[in-house]
């Protein structure tokens, strides 16, 4: 992800609302032909699969990461909702994109891959094995080896030169943000570690958990009332905090710490910590009407396109976290109707194809709080958010039979415990790009979201 702040010249954006989707969230039919509209929306702006379009990336301004959290929630929405639609243009991008290392570090990325960028492809992979999403042909990629490929290589990168553990942002030395560790991709590791022991019921991946949220607590990236910060350089040894809160950050732990309650057969160590996290969670980002707001930019309309996506994945984790911790069920799930009942308002926008190409009146806004009255900021984080709200209002109380499985509940996807381990030669092997291409490369990228989004402001920095 990058350190871009957009400033969205929302007049330019604004066009006339309808009357949003209606949906009664009473009636599982009505959540589902609501899921299927806004999600119809989502995938028309995915050109992976035109001819000669790469399978797996969207077109800009999205980065690379964003396709992956989409096609987890793809995964997800087949699973609650039945729809089959999307099953193959899912296995398509997902394959293609796990790269010739099969553990989603193609080399058409590594420029400005990080360790939470190869994690939403990882998460999403992890979500088919444990919905038992269709496997691939054998001699193809597997979901859970998917997953163990990049658990091994972000073993392989655990770094205690600096601040005493943890994982850097970035993977390569070249690229900006190399010298930040951050929350997410920290994130990233636990909620696998977390997810594979669950599934695997092998220890070491639950000790990884373990160690992960421990370092994480040494650093105060969480902290004793359980915030959740961003990250903080390695200069001074991660002690200089950005103090920033993002839902995503808050939900991925969250969903981690519920999943090793669940691994542990009930362990009160973490269920104090999902409780705690999920407690500070609610505080802080919800409203007195149980309505998110991504606070360090929404209110000032500063999300960058990254940003916009963010509150989608808090629904993903917290519906999650409702199966996985069944006592958190009844506080998390009335906050994620509550959420998905206001982003349904939202998607009710008609802008011009160059902007959105589902039916006229379903393009979802970002700002959930502002309901019916539409915001007009449309696009892939925002119309996957409001599908994520309202596909998880189908997770039940209690239904086993829609709960993720395991290897030893059903799960049908071969693993590989050894996966990905090759890679470290790459890693080493990979020669440091020299000072012109580095600047040709970051050149690029600007360039290309000037022309993209000409008429809007950015701020870079370093
Ligand atoms: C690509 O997938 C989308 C979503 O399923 C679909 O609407 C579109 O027709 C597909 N395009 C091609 C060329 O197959
Ligand atoms: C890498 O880029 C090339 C050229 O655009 C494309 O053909 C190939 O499919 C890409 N590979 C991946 C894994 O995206
Ligand atoms: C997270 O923190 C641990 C503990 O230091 C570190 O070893 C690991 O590399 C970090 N992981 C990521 C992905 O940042
Ligand atoms: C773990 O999750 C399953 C599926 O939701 C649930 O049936 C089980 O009760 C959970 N275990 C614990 C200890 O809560
Ligand atoms: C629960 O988990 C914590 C943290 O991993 C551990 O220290 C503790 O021993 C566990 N408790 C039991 C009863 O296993
Ligand atoms: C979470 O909030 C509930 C209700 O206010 C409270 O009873 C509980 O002690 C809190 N748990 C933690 C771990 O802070
Ligand atoms: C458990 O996972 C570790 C780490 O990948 C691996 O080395 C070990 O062989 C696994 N154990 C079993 C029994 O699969």
Redesign the pocket.
Known sequence: MRWITRVASISSLAVGAVNGLQVDFSNDDSIKQAASTVAYGLLKYYTGNNTGD????LPDPYFWWEAGAMFGTMVDYWFYTGDESYIDVTTQAMI??S??DRNFM????TKTLGNDDQGFWAMAAMSAAENNFPNPPPDQPQWLALVQAVFNDYVSRWDTETCNGGLRWQIFTFNNGFNYKNSISNGSFMNIAARLARYTGNQTYADWAEKVWDWMTEVQFIDDEFNIYDGAGVENECKTHSMAQWTYNAGIFLHGAAVMYNATGGNETWAQRTEGVMNRTIEIFFDAEGIPTEHPCEPFNQCNTDQLSFKGYLMRWMAASAQMAPFTFDTLMPLVRSSAAAAALQCSGSPPASQYRGDPGTACGFKWTEKANFDGLVGVGQQMSALSAIQYTLVKKAEVSKAPVTASTGGTSVGNVNAGAQTDALVTNFAPISMAERVAAGFATTAILFSVLGGSFFVMKE
Do not use: K, L, V, Y
């Open positions: 790469t399978p797996g990336n293609h994109q790269g010739d193609p080399r058409n990325q």
